[in-house]
């Protein structure tokens, strides 16, 4: 692979100054470029070619893990090390921006409920536990404000909503979507932390109205709300670091794309057995009904 190296950026570096670097002499590249490629070094590029493939299609947000699970759905026969190796030889590596500056966040709450959920995040069935929790994204325009529902069942993003200000609005938006989405039979529990927009009388109205029960993560416990802490994570880490955005309407169509179109169709998730949301929810359902 350092010889299909060397071969590929003849280009841009010199030829000596490349085996040098790699402490091979040159006569050996030349030789190997006089030969005819070996079985092993023509499926090597094929299934480097995949695998570029496969990451680009993922917004070059897949890891060698991922995207070892992509050429296993493709019918690939590879163990993980060896795509880890090819993966690092073509530079592909999960991109994930920049981090969050460390600080304090948030202030005293006027109302606190029970945290019900208490960190038990593994749910059988769907349509039972959702969590929320709402962030910000900036643009050059200012801050535009996220709010998420995650149905704990799949791990999908059952409801969002987004706007210019933080208020209890968005995120009773967001909820009225996955109320909207899912038209639950059954009382469902919703958690949150403690902010503002989650201890308003508005917010207590609406649960009350559409058979929602309220449990609330502890005073400074990020863990307690875990996974929409996570998506969060996941969505800033893979999407909204690596753009500029110059408006609140351009933010809120990329956030569309990565919830609508990739997350929720398409990111593939180890707890849900390497499936996404969608085809997870889908998966059980045949099995439930014995297809």
Same mark, same amino acid.
């Given at each position: ?11 841009? $570096?010199?030829? !000596? ?5 790699? =402490? ?27 695998? *570029? ?13 991922? #995207?070892?699970?992509?050429? #296993?759905? &493709? ?25 969050? =500056?460390?600080? /304090? ?6 109302? %606190? ?6 960190? &038990? ?6 349509? !039972?536990?959702? %969590? ?19 149905? #704990? ?6 409801? +969002?909503?987004?706007? *210019? /200000? ?5 995120? #009773? ?18 958690? *949150? ?6 201890? *308003?009388?508005? +917010? ?14 502890? =005073?400074?416990?990020? &863990? ?6 996570? $998506? ?15 408006? /609140? ?5 990329? %956030? $569309?794309?990565?919830?609508?179109? $990739? ?27 014995? %297809?």
């Amino acid at each position: 692979m350092r010889y299909a190296f060397i071969a590929e950026h003849r280009s841009v $570096f010199s030829v !000596r100054a490349m085996c040098r670097c790699l =402490r091979i002499h040159p006569s050996g590249f030349y030789a190997w470029l006089m030969a005819p490629l070996s079985k092993r070094a023509r499926e090597d590029i094929r299934q480097t070619e995949l695998l *570029s493939k496969a990451w680009k299609e993922s917004g070059k947000v897949y890891d060698y893990r991922k #995207l070892h699970d992509d050429l #296993l759905d &493709q019918g690939e026969t590879c163990c993980l090390n060896r795509v880890a190796r090819l993966a690092r030889l073509a530079g592909i590596k999960a991109e994930i921006g920049y981090k969050r =500056r460390p600080g /304090r966040y948030g202030g005293k709450p006027s109302l %606190v409920v029970d945290n019900t959920l208490d960190r &038990q995040f593994d749910v059988v069935t769907p349509n !039972r536990i959702w %969590v929320t929790d709402i962030t910000y994204i900036r643009t050059q325009e200012g801050f535009a404000y996220l709010a998420v529902v995650i149905d #704990l069942y799949s791990r999908r993003v059952v409801g +969002w909503s987004m706007q *210019s /200000r933080q208020t209890t609005d968005v995120v #009773l938006q967001a909820l009225l979507m996955a109320v909207w989405r899912r038209t639950p039979k059954h009382k469902v529990l919703i958690h *949150s932390d403690q902010g503002s927009q989650f201890t *308003s009388m508005d +917010w207590a109205s609406f649960l009350k109205a559409h058979n929602l029960v309220h449990s609330m993560s502890r =005073r400074g416990n990020c &863990q307690d709300n875990a996974v929409a802490e996570s $998506f969060f994570n996941l969505l800033k880490r893979e999407r909204v670091r690596r753009r500029t955005y110059k408006t /609140r309407v351009e933010a809120r169509q990329d %956030v $569309f794309d990565y919830i609508e179109m $990739f997350y929720n169709p398409k990111r593939k998730h180890f707890r849900n057995g390497m499936l996404s949301p969608v085809d997870f929810e889908r998966q059980q359902k045949m099995n439930d009904e014995g %297809v």
